[in-house]
Structure formats: C-alpha cells, structure tokens
C-alpha cells in the first residue's frame, strides 16, 4: 500500500462518517418545516407546535456548564433501538388521568429553542427527556413541589432516603448560603445550616430547574412524526427520579 493510498483511504473513511454524522443531519435538520395534524389520522387538523414553558434556553446553558449531559441523555429511542416507551414515565405516561397512553419517541421539535440539542453522551444517570412530568408525579404521592423536590437533589441528592446511594454529584454552588434578615426567604431550602441563615437558589439554579420542568415528553403528535406505537408493558408504579 502506497501513502497515497494510505492517506485516500483515511480521508474517505473518516469523511464518509463526518458526512454522515454532522453535515447531513446539520442540513435536513435546520430548517424543520411545521408539521400538520390529519384529521383521518389524528382526529384533529391544525398544525404541530411543542409544548414548552420555561427558562429553556438559558437553563440548557446551566445543564450544559455543570456537564449534566455527560451521565444523562434527553433521548426516548425509537422502539427498533430499545424499549424506551416501556420505563415507567420515560416517555409520557401510560395512564394519564384524561388522555390515556400519552407515550411517544423523540422528534427533532423537543430540542426547540436550545442552541446544541443535549442527546447527551450515556445513561450512567437516567435519560432526562421527560424528568419535569416524572419528578411531578413523584412528588404527587407526598403531595409536594417538583421545583423544592430538584432544588434539594440538585444541593445534595441523597437527602432524599430513597436514594440514598445515588451517584449523582451535588452542586452546592449553585446556591448561596444568606443571612436572614427578616422574613426566612420562601425559596430557602430544608437543609441544616447555622442559626440566622438559609440556603437559597442563586438565578443559575433557578435557570436550571426551570429548564429541567420544562421537560416533558408527553403532547400529542401528528402520526407522521410518531411512526411506532406505544409500547405495552405491564403497567409500574411510579419510581423515583434516580440522580
């Protein structure tokens, strides 16, 4: 083999991938044309907007920053990849109180409004795609806040006793130890601390939660961008958010 060669040979397979990989999902993925619902199909016209309320932008900033994506993904895989409708709540729920089987894959709509889409890089924590619609239903056994909730897993996660061995790291920076003056602070956090003063969330924790809450994959979409069934495992309990 000639260097030549050698060297067509490399740049063609290292091309091919980068082709593949960057430049064609680059350009078929940037300028999305809106999506219309067909009423034979899904009982209903109009076109498909997503559902997303919150900080989104600036708290995938924080998401980002803090390395979030490194141990958590944002991806429900299409059912030829892996069951992903089949956990408990990673997808919309199975039984929602007034739509039914609202569980659905990823599309290209549900990284909107994000300036890099945080897929991320493995599941060594669970996928985050729908985490604002599990940590609600979490909480609603206890009749809690899933803002409170994240804001003490994000200060030190094993707090909660039931995940207790969670290998999630804690982010105390991301909130400030205050004196009180007045008023204890509403948002202070339920944590031991010195006499006189709270633990409060600084705008980058609340960035982040709101970002986090803003995450629910659970509105319905057109039959063309939502190919494969929900999946029909038995039905689970609602489990804990693991960090």
Request: hydrophobic share 40%; glycine share 8%; aromatic share 10%.
């Amino acid at each position: 083999m000639t260097f030549r060669s050698f060297a067509i040979g490399l740049t063609l397979a290292f091309g091919i991938a980068w082709m593949a990989v960057v430049v064609v999902p680059f350009f078929s993925m940037r300028d999305v044309k809106p999506v219309a619902f067909d009423e034979a199909a899904d009982g209903k016209t109009g076109i498909y907007f997503p559902k997303r309320t919150g900080r989104v932008a600036n708290g995938a900033e924080v998401y980002a920053s803090n390395g979030c994506y490194l141990c958590h993904t944002q991806v429900v895989r299409t059912t030829d990849a892996g069951n992903d409708l089949g956990r408990a709540d990673w997808g919309g729920n199975k039984t929602d109180e007034t739509r039914g089987d609202t569980r659905r894959e990823s599309n290209v709509f549900d990284y909107q409004g994000e300036k890099f889409a945080q897929i991320g890089v493995s599941r060594l924590g669970p996928d985050l795609s729908n985490i604002g619609l599990r940590v609600q239903n979490y909480v609603k056994e206890s009749n809690g806040d899933p803002k409170t909730w994240l804001y003490l897993h994000l200060y030190n996660p094993r707090l909660d006793p039931k995940l207790s061995t969670s290998k999630c790291p804690s982010l105390p920076f991301l909130f400030e130890d205050k004196a009180i003056t007045g008023q204890t602070p509403v948002a202070a956090l339920a944590v031991p601390t010195k006499e006189g003063r709270a633990i409060v969330p600084t705008p980058e924790a609340e960035s982040l939660v709101s970002y986090l809450l803003s995450l629910k994959r659970d509105d319905a979409l057109p039959k063309a961008i939502n190919p494969a069934p929900a999946a029909k495992p038995a039905a689970a309990p609602a489990a804990a958010p693991k960090g």
